[in-house]
Structure formats: C-alpha cells, structure tokens
T-cell receptor, first 113, second 114 residues
C-alpha cells in the first residue's frame, strides 16, 4: 500500500464550494479508482480510470468530476452539486500485471460545514 | 451490474474461537475474489485472495473458500486474536477487455473479545 498518497488527510469546506482531493501514485499502475466510504455502506465506486486521458463513471458519479492527465495523478473534484459530500474518500490503484491487487491510499476525510 | 452481499454485518467472538464471514455475488463473470481488512481510521489492506479456478486457499490462520456454482465465498479466521478486530470487506473483480472492475460488500465489523 505504499506509493499512494492522498492529501489533505482532513478537509473542511463550506456548503456550495467545490473542493479537489489529490491522489498520487508512484507504483506505475495504469488503473486508478476513487471510492467513497460511509458508515455501514462499504466502499462505493465514484470514478475509475484504466489509462491516461480516459475515465469512466462508477456507481455514484453524480456531483463529482475527475481528470487523468498523468499516469501518476488522479484528482477528484467534489462539486457543489453533490448533495451529501461529507464522507471518507479513498483513492486506489491496481496492479494488473501478474498478480491482481488493489492498493489504497490513506484517505481524505471531507466534512462540509 | 455486479451485486455483492456480505453477512453478517457485525460479529463478536471470544478470543481463540473461529470467525466466518460469507459473501454472495451475482455476476458469474467475476473471476477474482479478494478480502480486505480495515482497521479504524486506516486504509483497507488485502489479506487474502482467491481466483476462480481455485476452491480454497489458506494463509496461516486465514482461509478463503469459493463455490463458483453457488456464487458464494467465505473468509475463515481461526484462533482469533484481539488484533483481528477490524472491518472486513469481501470484493469481486471482473477482468476482461482490459478493464478491471471491483465491487465490494458492505463490510463485517469483527470484534474479538479477550
């Protein structure tokens, strides 16, 4: 799980503001993912990207946007259109050569005030 | 899309007893089944996984079984210890056409009572 960083660890925002969560990996993985975690809900997929300059919506993409301009970076923007953004956000990358394994970042806890 | 059901949602066991967590899935194309452990406030960590061509896999006190016909797989922890207390997630992975999609269960909170 080393090699994936997320910043910041804690983030507070006022209602109506957009905010961008950072995710960087140096594992040379092609695939990257964003999940949202709420108590009792497990991990729900927001967006994923299998390759640079391409990404796909997950199960709960509404109110979120992403970009994948570089292999190492997959930032997530939580827009004001997301009605209930307070949650724990996890970024992940996946090794697909040889063993299939998903590695998670340490997470960002977003609180909307 | 894939649907993964995980049971139970909470589980309490005495130290030294065994714990079993079960998951069912709906998509027969899923071909890889990892289990993750998440301690409070930390990231999920892979603890064991199994491929669709294997029925059982064991790693010390942890084992996973897979029944592809019935579409269910289980995590078994023997001789539980307090440090096993955490939330455990099952997942399925579909890998095809260069795409890898994971679907997670909702998690099981395991408490090991000393």
């Amino acid at each position: 799980d080393g090699g994936i960083t997320q910043s910041p660890k804690y983030l507070f925002r006022k209602e109506g503001q957009n905010v961008t969560l950072s995710c960087e990996q140096n594992l040379n993985h092609d695939a990257m993912y964003w999940y949202r975690q709420d108590p009792g809900q497990g991990l729900r997929l927001i967006y994923y990207s299998q390759i640079v300059n391409d990404f796909q919506k997950g199960d709960i993409a509404e109110g979120y946007s992403v970009s994948r301009e570089k292999k190492e970076s997959f930032p997530l923007t939580v827009t004001s259109a997301q009605k209930n953004p307070t949650a724990f956000y996890l970024c992940a990358s996946m090794s697909t050569r040889g063993r299939i394994e998903q590695f998670f970042g340490p997470g960002t806890r977003l609180t909307v005030l | 899309g894939e649907n993964v059901e995980q049971h139970p949602s909470t589980l309490s066991v005495q130290e030294g007893d065994s714990a079993v967590i079960k998951c069912t899935y709906s998509d027969s194309a899923s071909n890889y089944f990892p289990w993750y452990k998440q301690e409070l406030g930390k990231r999920p960590q892979l603890i064991i996984d199994i491929r669709s061509n294997v029925g059982e896999k064991k790693d010390q006190r942890i084992a996973v079984t897979l029944n592809k016909t019935a579409k269910h797989f289980s995590l078994h922890i023997t001789e539980t210890q307090p440090e096993d207390s955490a939330v455990y997630f099952c997942a399925t992975i579909y890998s095809g056409a260069g795409s890898y999609q994971l679907t997670f269960g909702k998690g099981t909170k395991l408490s090991v009572i000393p």
